[in-house]
């Protein structure tokens, strides 16, 4: 059984190439079967799974995890032994394996060719706009430009699966559109506190095209983790035996 599923930016070669400027990163995610996956918890498991796919636990890096939409960038992996706290990593070191975990948050993973730099988002409900934040400071560090960019939505609690009550839909329609809310009439009627259908994919989508990423290198994986058991997912699971997944990017 496979312990890590792979996914591919949107136009560009799936397979990475020789090391050379132009080989794209390798975008994983590594599956409940795996086992538990969070940094400063869970590293014998990690180190044993990293290593299973080739991938030198040295030159990961991880952040300490808090809802944020803090971005960090790893230039070298020293700064990250102590888990500095923070929701996503860019690095333009292809020796750094950027890291963060999820469980029905989104990961975004991001790669920029022209630019050079590649890194992964922890993205739920209270860092949506992560993506907003990595792409600026990528513009800072690297005079990046988001019509370069390319990302990848990926697994995460769909709206399927993920129902929410009118104050997180008003902020969600406010902040990021229309189209990432619906209200679901049979809750509605049934005067669920939780009526509305919330669609993460569709908020970041929104942030990506309103900050300049081109539709072309949008690229949504399409699954839920609350519905699909091979995923890691607090709904499903429960709140405390809930498996974090890894979703790593790396040039090899
Ligand atoms: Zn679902």
Same mark, same amino acid.
């Given at each position: 059984?496979?312990?890590?599923?792979?996914?591919?930016?949107?136009?560009? +070669?799936?397979? +990475?190439?020789?090391?050379?400027?132009?080989?794209?990163?390798? %975008?994983? !995610?590594?599956?409940?079967?795996?086992?538990?996956?969070?940094?400063?918890?869970?590293?014998?498991?990690?180190?044993?799974?990293?290593?299973?796919?080739?991938?030198?636990?040295?030159?990961?890096?991880? %952040?300490?995890?808090?809802?944020?939409?803090?971005?960090?960038?790893?230039?070298?992996?020293?700064?990250?032994?102590?888990?500095?706290?923070?929701?996503?990593?860019?690095?333009?070191?292809?020796?750094?394996?950027?890291?963060?975990?999820?469980?029905?948050?989104? +990961?975004?993973?991001?790669?920029?060719?022209?630019?050079?730099?590649?890194?992964?988002?922890?993205?739920?409900?209270?860092?949506?706009?992560? !993506?907003?934040?990595?792409?600026?400071?990528?513009?800072?560090?690297?005079?990046?430009?988001?019509?370069?960019?390319?990302?990848?939505?990926?697994?995460?609690?769909?709206?399927?699966?993920?129902?929410?009550?009118?104050?997180?839909?008003?902020?969600?329609?406010?902040?990021?559109?229309?189209? %990432?809310?619906? !209200?679901?009439?049979?809750?509605?009627?049934?005067?669920?506190?939780? +009526?509305?259908?919330?669609? !993460?994919?569709?908020?970041?989508?929104?942030?990506?095209?309103?900050?300049?990423?081109?539709?072309?290198?949008?690229?949504?994986?399409?699954?839920?983790?609350?519905?699909?058991?091979?995923?890691?997912?607090?709904?499903?699971?429960?709140?405390?035996?809930?498996?974090?997944?890894?979703?790593?990017?790396?040039?090899?």
């Amino acid at each position: 059984m496979s312990v890590v599923q792979y996914f591919a930016f949107a136009g560009l +070669p799936s397979q +990475p190439g020789p090391r050379s400027p132009s080989a794209v990163p390798e %975008c994983g !995610l590594t599956l409940r079967v795996s086992g538990p996956m969070k940094p400063g918890v869970d590293d014998e498991n990690r180190a044993r799974v990293f290593r299973s796919i080739g991938v030198a636990t040295d030159d990961v890096v991880a %952040c300490r995890q808090v809802h944020s939409r803090v971005v960090r960038i790893a230039d070298r992996t020293e700064a990250f032994r102590g888990l500095p706290e923070g929701d996503g990593i860019l690095t333009a070191n292809r020796g750094v394996v950027p890291t963060v975990t999820v469980a029905d948050c989104m +990961p975004i993973w991001v790669y920029d060719p022209v630019a050079g730099y590649f890194g992964v988002l922890h993205s739920g409900w209270k860092g949506t706009g992560i !993506l907003r934040v990595a792409c600026e400071l990528a513009a800072d560090e690297w005079g990046a430009e988001a019509g370069n960019v390319h990302v990848i939505l990926g697994p995460h609690i769909r709206s399927c699966c993920y129902t929410v009550d009118a104050e997180r839909a008003d902020y969600f329609r406010a902040g990021f559109g229309e189209r %990432c809310v619906t !209200l679901d009439p049979e809750r509605e009627a049934e005067g669920s506190r939780w +009526p509305y259908r919330l669609s !993460l994919a569709e908020a970041n989508r929104d942030i990506a095209l309103k900050i300049g990423i081109p539709e072309r290198n949008i690229h949504d994986a399409g699954v839920c983790t609350s519905c699909d058991p091979k995923y890691g997912s607090s709904r499903r699971e429960g709140q405390d035996r809930f498996v974090h997944m890894a979703a790593f990017i790396r040039v090899h």
